[in-house]
């Protein structure tokens, strides 16, 4: 499986993005995905997730009604649109997914080492 991620860019505070992260390989609706990202100097960090329907999601508070995270699985597609952004939020973006059943069905994971293939990022960077 190999994920792409893009969207990334420069961006004022407030202003919007919408990042994608592209699978191939292998389809990937069965899988539960998340959104991370990693800031310089800082640990990598949850941002979203979202299970292989759609229909349970789970976000960082520090982007909660900010930030809303979708999947097209006709598309082997996932998206982050990133609203109001602050420039805290600027960081290399990465996507991953999930393959573990049980979080696919349910409640997906916020742990990083739950998520076993990542994609190779996307700078975000917001300026004020």
């Known amino acids: 499986v190999q994920l792409q991620a893009s969207g990334g860019g420069l961006v004022q505070a407030g202003g919007s993005l919408r990042l994608s992260c592209a699978a191939s390989g292998r389809p990937f609706g069965n899988w539960a995905m998340g959104w991370f990202r990693q800031a310089p100097g800082k640990e990598r960090e949850f941002v979203a997730a979202?299970?292989?329907?759609?229909?349970?999601?789970y976000y960082a508070d520090s982007v909660k009604g900010r930030f809303t995270i979708s999947r097209d699985n006709a598309k082997n597609t996932m998206y982050l649109q990133m609203n109001s952004l602050k420039p805290e939020d600027t960081a290399v973006y990465y996507c991953?997914?999930?393959?573990?059943?049980?979080?696919?069905?349910?409640?997906?994971?916020?742990?990083?080492?739950?998520?076993?293939?990542w994609g190779q990022g996307t700078q975000v960077t917001v300026y004020s």
């Open positions: 991953a997914t999930d393959r573990t059943a049980a979080r696919a069905m349910g409640v997906p994971s916020t742990f990083k080492f739950s998520y076993d293939y």
């Open positions: 979202i299970n292989w329907s759609g229909g349970s999601t």
